[in-house]
C-alpha cells in the first residue's frame, strides 16, 4: 500500500517570506500523481498544486512550487511570498493508478504578520 | 454553484442513532469517494464508487453503507452511531480524465 509522509505537524513563517513543506511518499507504482492540498479553518479541501510522475519539471501555480524529486520519493511545497491567507492545514497526497487518493497527516502552517 | 455538495454541515446525534450524509455532485464526474478525517486531521479513504459501483471499500465497519442511486450521488448511511464514528466526512469526486479529487465542504458529524 502506498503511504504519504509528513514529516512536519507544524511549520510558522514570516509574512512575505518563503516556506518549504516536506512530503516523502512510498510506492512501488511507475505511474502516479501528487498534489498538496490546503484546507484554512472553512474545513474545505482546496488543490494547490499537482504534479505528474511522469513529468521531470516541477509545477509551478504563481507562488506555490514543488520539488520533485522522483529518485528519492520526494515531493516538497515551496511557498514564496507568504501571506496572511496561506494560513491552513497543508496535505500532500497520492494517487495511485488505481485511483484511489492517499493522504499524508497534514502540516499546519502559521503566517506571522 | 457548489460543485460538489453535502448535507447537513454540522450533525449532532447520539449513541445508538442511525443517521445520512447527503453527497450531490454537479460536475459529471464519474467517480465519488467517501474519507473520514479524524480529530488529528488524518483523512483516510472510506469508500470509492465509479459509475454507482463500488470499487474501494477499506477496513470500514458494516455500520457504514454507501449507496449511490446514480452517478451524481454517494450518500453514506450510518447504523448504530458510536462515539469513535464523531469526525469530519468528507465527500469528493474527480472525472475520468482528470487528475485531482474535488471535495466537499465537509460534514461534521458529533455523537454524544
Known amino acids: 500500500a502506498q503511504t504519504v509522509t509528513q514529516s512536519q505537524p507544524e511549520m510558522s513563517v514570516q509574512e512575505a517570506e518563503t516556506v518549504t513543506l516536506s512530503c516523502t511518499y512510498d510506492?512501488?507504482?511507475?505511474?502516479?500523481?501528487l498534489f498538496w492540498y490546503k484546507q484554512p479553518p472553512s474545513r474545505q479541501m482546496i488543490l494547490v498544486i499537482r504534479?505528474?510522475?511522469?513529468?521531470?519539471q516541477n509545477a509551478t501555480e504563481n507562488r506555490f512550487s514543488v520539488n520533485f524529486q522522483k529518485a528519492a520519493k520526494s515531493f516538497s511545497l515551496k511557498i514564496s511570498d507568504s501571506q496572511l491567507g496561506d494560513a491552513a492545514m497543508y496535505f500532500c497526497?497520492?494517487?495511485?493508478?488505481?485511483?484511489?487518493?492517499?493522504f499524508g497527516t497534514g502540516t499546519s502552517l502559521t503566517v506571522i504578520p | 454553484d457548489t460543485a460538489v455538495s453535502q448535507t447537513p454541515k454540522y450533525l449532532v446525534t447520539q449513541m445508538g442513532n442511525d443517521k445520512s450524509i447527503k453527497c450531490e455532485q454537479n460536475?459529471?464526474?464519474?467517480?465519488m469517494y467517501w474519507y473520514k478525517q479524524d480529530s488529528k486531521k488524518f483523512l483516510k479513504i472510506m469508500f470509492s464508487?465509479?459509475?454507482?459501483?463500488?470499487?474501494i471499500n477499506e477496513t470500514v465497519p458494516n455500520r457504514f453503507s454507501p449507496k449511490s442511486p446514480d452517478k451524481a450521488h454517494l450518500n453514506l448511511h450510518i447504523n448504530s452511531l458510536e462515539l469513535g464514528d464523531s469526525a469530519v466526512y468528507f465527500c469528493?469526486?474527480?472525472?475520468?480524465?482528470?487528475?485531482?479529487?474535488?471535495f466537499g465542504q465537509g460534514t461534521r458529524l458529533t455523537v454524544v
Open positions: 469528493a469526486s474527480r472525472p475520468a480524465k482528470s487528475t485531482e479529487a474535488f
Open positions: 510506492t512501488s507504482e511507475s505511474d502516479y500523481y
Open positions: 504534479q505528474e510522475a511522469y513529468k521531470q
Open positions: 497526497a497520492y494517487r495511485s493508478a488505481g485511483n484511489q487518493f492517499y
Open positions: 460536475l459529471g464526474h464519474d467517480t
Open positions: 464508487y465509479n459509475n454507482k459501483e463500488l470499487i
